[in-house]
T-cell receptor, first 116, second 115 residues
C-alpha cells in the first residue's frame, strides 16, 4: 500500500518556466489537497478537491492550477514559476466518515521546488 | 476566519524532562476539529491526534497527552519523559466542522531533545 505518492521529490526551475507536481493516492480517499511549507510559516493550503471533477481554492492559490479527473490523481501545475514559489510542497488525502471530511491527512513525502 | 497560534517557536529540553507545547486557536464556529501533526527531521508529516469540539476529555497515548480546554481555546500537547526521538517540529491545526476544505495550521514548534 503506497499511500500518497508525490513526484518529483526535487526540482529546480527558472523563472517563467512551468511544471507539474504529480500526486497520486491509492487509498480511495475522496479529499485531496496541496499545501506549501515555508520556513516559519507552517503549512498553507493552496488548492483542495472533494472528489473527481471538483476543486476549489485554498489560502494561497495564485500562480497554481489543479484538476481532479480521477479519484486517485491530483496534479498541481505552476503556470509561470516565480522565486516566491520556492517552497516544499505537500500533497495530502483524507477520507470521509459519516459523510464528512475527517481532516485526518495522509501526506506525501513532499516535493522541494527551487525557482531561480 | 480561523487562526492557530503556536507561540513557542523553539523549545529545547534535556532528555527525560516533561515538555508542553502550547496551541491556541480562534474560530467562531461551534463545531470544529483540532489536530496535532509531527514532522521529524526526515521531513514527513505524521498525524498524531484529532479532537472534536464537543469532546473535552483529555487524551493520553503512552507518553503523549493532550489537554483540550474550550474556555481558553487551547489544545496543548505534553510529552512525558521526553526522548531524543521526540525531536521534531510539531504542528497544531484546526478545521471547522462541515467544511470540505483543508486544515489551518499553526507555524509549528521546533522541539529539540538533548541527550
Amino acid at each position: 500500500n503506497a499511500g500518497v505518492t508525490q513526484t518529483p521529490k526535487f526540482q529546480v526551475l527558472k523563472t517563467g518556466q512551468s511544471m507539474t507536481l504529480q500526486c497520486a493516492q491509492d487509498m480511495n480517499h475522496e479529499y485531496m489537497s496541496w499545501y506549501r511549507q515555508d520556513p516559519g510559516m507552517g503549512l498553507r493550503l493552496i488548492h483542495y478537491s472533494v472528489g473527481a471533477g471538483i476543486t476549489d481554492q485554498g489560502e494561497v492559490p495564485n500562480g497554481y492550477n489543479v484538476s481532479r479527473s480521477t479519484t486517485e490523481d491530483f496534479p498541481l501545475r505552476l503556470l509561470s514559476a516565480a522565486p516566491s514559489q520556492t517552497s516544499v510542497y505537500f500533497c495530502a488525502s483524507s477520507y470521509s466518515h459519516e459523510g464528512a471530511n475527517t481532516g485526518e491527512l495522509f501526506f506525501g513525502e513532499g516535493s522541494r521546488l527551487t525557482v531561480l | 476566519a480561523q487562526k492557530v497560534t503556536q507561540a513557542q517557536t523553539e523549545i529545547s529540553v534535556v532528555e527525560k524532562e516533561d515538555v508542553t507545547l502550547d496551541c491556541v486557536y480562534e474560530t467562531r464556529d461551534t463545531t470544529y476539529y483540532l489536530f496535532w501533526y509531527k514532522q521529524p527531521p526526515s521531513g514527513e508529516l505524521v498525524f498524531l491526534i484529532r479532537r472534536n469540539s464537543f469532546d473535552e476529555q483529555n487524551e493520553i497515548s503512552g507518553r503523549y497527552s493532550w489537554n483540550f480546554q474550550k474556555s481558553t481555546s487551547s489544545f496543548n500537547f505534553t510529552i512525558t519523559a521526553s526522548q531524543v526521538v521526540d525531536s521534531a517540529v510539531y504542528f497544531c491545526a484546526l478545521r471547522i466542522g462541515g467544511g470540505a476544505d483543508g486544515l489551518t495550521f499553526g507555524k509549528g514548534t521546533h522541539l529539540i531533545i538533548q541527550p
